[in-house]
């Protein structure tokens, strides 16, 4: 009550308090709202209809992906529409096998044997296949192999500059 202690009405403080309550909502709201149009978007079957940024983990069979930089370790990539050109399509996501960590060159031995049969099933009538590399993405260490990630399995072209300009899954 020092307020009306001292005969101010507090006018001031309350407008500034309004003030600074109104930035930070529109602050959040922002945030929210570029977190949500920075995702990819899907239809109601689960195809990619607006380029996003999507986690590894969360990739579906069918998704054509950009992002991915030879020899890293991928944790999110851009989701784009198979008929835009990208860099990958994702063939397969394989449950890991139950077990300890193995380490890592005995998960990628593993997600390598995975991917090349998975690849050879699926793509084996594609008149593609004698031009596609297979790349996989797997747990890098124990922390991502106890979380359950997939064995992701994609497809990248050796040719047409490395870059798939259309879907190579049926």
Known sequence: MQIGRRGGQGRGVAIAGLIASGVWILF???????GVMGSAQRDAAGKVIRSGSVSIGSVHVGDCVDGLANGEVATSVTA??????????VIANVALPAG???????THQEARSICEQQVAQKL???PMLDRLRILDLFPHNKAAWDRGNPITCLVVDLQNGGRLTGPVGS
Do not use: I, R
């Open 124 to 126: 084996a009538n594609s």
């Open 28 to 34: 959040v709201g922002l945030v929210v709202l570029f």
């Open 100 to 106: 300890d960590w193995p380490g890592v060159d005995a």
């Open 80 to 89: 784009v529409p198979c008929t835009q050109p990208h860099d990958a399509e």
